[in-house]
């Protein structure tokens, strides 16, 4: 099974250790990041939504005309969008791209910061609301004729877009979210399914999980899963353990003056989410696990997001992700907190190895038919 790499599509240089520098949609960063990640063999960046953040729709429409080869994860809240309005821009956004976009919907996990933009729904319904809306979007991308919808949350009448996305039937759902109203939606809905970097037994939990919504909603393919970490990577164990520490100290210190480089994820002080919850929840229980994870940076976060770390040699943490791979984790994402030079060092050192491992276990199972994979999970 073929192994993918997201990396992120921020669209200036801040990070929970370092203060941006510029203004919050620095054009010349945005490509300057995209371009390390193309130029180093990663497959797909994603670009983020907060309630205050640069809009990320038009951001990767100028990474797509600048690029050839990058694929775009477009992060939509459907909260701040009606369903007929939001299929006709990712249906001309995966024109311009000439198919490669993939809508990751975000259903919003803090009430406050849905507030921000008008959405005044539990999170329970909100993941009810997410759901009618992807399927009110995949209807519109694969409908030539005029239809109504009479829904729970959208009713409309008489509709049918001018625009269609250029891949055939239809771009890729993308969803996240670790509730089970979460798993409800996402195991009906998407294409892949996004979790945060958890121990491995945590992980292959979720799978099941995600698996079982699947086979409830009347699925015979289950979402492809994708997993995310904050690798923090040096030449030997000692000098990554060194850079790890220096890293969290780095946050402590932005935290200790009052910064808070996400309104969406540090304004409270206990996270309200059911991913984040599970984050404070593990980090709480131990800092290391496995072969690499280091959970301290999620802890300091309060599990803001994708914010656990897996720290070593490239070949430590390629071997890290490799175990993920060996769970059913198709697409491995990572974010380092120097972005630009965390994706290329990431690129360089250890994206090879896992490729190379892939393959290897990849050709190992079509020789045997595939038992050894079977063996593994
Ligand atoms: C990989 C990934 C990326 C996400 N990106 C965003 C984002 O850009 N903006 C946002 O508001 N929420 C984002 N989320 C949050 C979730 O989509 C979800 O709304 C939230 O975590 C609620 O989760 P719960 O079901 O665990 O309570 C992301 C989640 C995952 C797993």
Known sequence: MPVEFLGIAATNDGSETTVRSGLAFDKEYTLKLARAHE??????????YGSGSPDPAPAAAYIATKLEKLQLLL?????????TFAAK???????ISEGRLTVHFITGGNDHEQGREGDTLGKDERYARTEEYIRVVKKIWTTREPF??????????????????HQQPRPGVSFGGSSPAAYRAGGAEA??????????????????????????????????????????????????WEKAHRTLGAIRARQGRGEHPSPRHHD?????????????????????????????????????????ALVGTPETV????????????????????????DAIDFGRYVIPIVREEVAKRDAARAADGGRTLAAVR
């Not at 130029?39 to 983020?48: E, I, M, N, S, T």
């Not at 821009?89 to 024109?95: E, I």
């Open 39 to 48: 130029d180093h063999g990663w497959d797909r960046v994603l670009f983020a």
């Open 75 to 83: 992060a939509h809240r459907p909260n701040v969008s009606y369903p």
């Open 89 to 95: 821009t990712f249906a001309t956004l995966d024109q």
């Open 148 to 165: 109504d919808h009479e829904g729970e949350y959208y009713r409309f009448h008489d509709f049918v877009s001018d625009v269609f996305p």
């Open 191 to 240: 294409d892949i399914y996004c979790l945060w970097g958890e121990p491995l037994d945590r992980t292959a939990e979720q799978i099941e999980a995600v698996r079982a919504a699947a086979a409830a909603a009347g699925r015979t393919e289950v979402p492809r899963f994708q997993v995310a970490f904050r690798p923090i990577i040096a030449p030997t164990e000692e000098l990554a």
């Open 268 to 308: 409270r002080p206990a996270p309200e989410n059911t991913g984040s919850q599970r984050l404070v929840a593990i980090a709480e229980a131990g800092e290391r696990y496995d072969r690499a994870l280091w959970t301290a940076t999620a802890a300091a976060t309060r599990g803001a997001g994708n914010s656990n």
């Open 318 to 341: 390629a071997q890290a992700l490799l175990d993920y791979y060996d769970l059913g984790i198709e697409i491995l994402s990572a974010r380092g907190y120097d972005l630009v030079d």
